[in-house]
C-alpha cells in the first residue's frame, strides 16, 4: 500500500491527525517485534509503516485513552550514598 486516502482513516478514526498517531505507534510496535524475531532487513518485505496503516484502516488495530488523572505516578527508588 503506497497511498492511503484520509477517507480510509476516518473510516476508523474521526480525526486523521489522531489516526496518524495511532498508526505510528502500531508501527513501532510491529518494528520492536521485527527486530526481536528473526528478521532479515535484506529480505524483500512491505515497509512496517505501509503494514500499520493496513491494519489501522482494516480495524485491526486497538486503541483507547488514558485518562491523565488514573495513571499512577512513577516513584523514583532512592539511591544510598558509598
Known sequence: MGFVPTEKLTNVIDNKY??????????????????????????????????????LTQGHVEYSYVDPDEVPEVVEAETEDE
Do not use: F, G, Y
Not at 28 to 38: K, Y
Open 18 to 55: 489522531e489516526a496518524i498517531l495511532v498508526a505510528a505507534k502500531e508501527a513501532r510496535v510491529r518494528n520492536s517485534i521485527a527486530q526481536l524475531s528473526d528478521w532479515d532487513p535484506d529480505h524483500e518485505r512491505p515497509k512496517i509503516t505501509s503494514v500499520a496503516l493496513d491494519r
